[in-house]
T-cell receptor, first 113, second 113 residues
Framework: GESVGLHLPTLSVQEGDNSIINCAYSNSASDYFIWYKQESGKGPQFIIDIRSNMDKRQGQRVTVLLNKTVKHLSLQIAATQPGDSAVYFCAESYSGSARQLTFGSGTQLTVLP | DAGVTQSPTHLIKTRGQHVTLRCSPISGHKSVSWYQQVLGQGPQFIFQYYEKEERGRGNFPDRFSARQFPNYSSELNVNALLLGDSALYLC????????????FGQGTRLTVV
């Protein structure tokens, strides 16, 4: 079946640097994408979303980029802080699927002091 | 405002038993979805309920069932528990059927022994 995958299972960055987490998706029908942050023992926390009619969306310290041509999604975190250390998931959905979210396996982001 | 609340937070059951997990969505949200997250993986879609009706079902056996009540809270039931059912069970709520901007609860950690 269709799936969402992440390029890198782990990512380590220095505090203050920018982080980029990548995600590949395979379902060309997907029209809505979300990034979640999950800390140990907690549920996924909504970070930012983007619809397929957009290429870029910015939030507070985060930017999501969508490249539909190559089915690629990325999350950029500016000035990464220790509190950003977590597992990050991208998720996709499409209108014909009851909007069920399909998640990738996640990327562990570690912020080094 | 309270977010998505789930109960219990932790649960230990024996193989063959059944379990009921509960979820209260964010006030005003009418859609509830259930996900199973096995350690080290992304969440997997189980069910979506909207206006007390099942709107979507993932690839899970009939041992899994759910329902939504008039106040939009929901229960997930699992019968004849197997060791492989051990996971974090997550509830997500969203405003409408479109299920965009889904917000997760902290989950129920189920351990089957």
């Amino acid at each position: 079946g269709e799936s969402v995958g992440l390029h890198l299972p782990t990512l380590s960055v220095q505090e203050g640097d920018n982080s980029i987490i990548n995600c590949a998706y395979s379902n060309s029908a997907s029209d809505y994408f979300i990034w979640y942050k999950q800390e140990s023992g907690k549920g996924p926390q909504f970070i930012i979303d983007i619809r397929s009619n957009m290429d870029k969306r910015q939030g507070q310290r985060v930017t999501v980029l969508l490249n539909k041509t190559v089915k690629h999604l990325s999350l950029q975190i500016a000035a990464t802080q220790p509190g950003d250390s977590a597992v990050y998931f991208c998720a996709e959905s499409y209108s014909g699927s009851a909007r069920q979210l399909t998640f990738g396996s996640g990327t562990q982001l570690t912020v080094l002091p | 405002d309270a977010g998505v609340t789930q109960s219990p937070t932790h649960l230990i059951k024996t193989r063959g038993q059944h379990v009921t997990l509960r979820c209260s969505p964010i006030s005003g949200h009418k859609s509830v979805s259930w996900y199973q997250q096995v350690l080290g993986q992304g969440p997997q879609f189980i069910f979506q309920y909207y206006e007390k009706e099942e709107r979507g079902r993932g690839n899970f056996p009939d041992r899994f069932s759910a329902r939504q009540f008039p106040n939009y809270s929901s229960e997930l039931n699992v019968n004849a528990l197997l060791l492989g059912d051990s996971a974090l069970y997550l509830c997500a709520s969203s405003l409408g059927r479109a299920n965009t901007e889904a917000f997760f609860g902290q989950g129920t950690r189920l351990t089957v022994v």
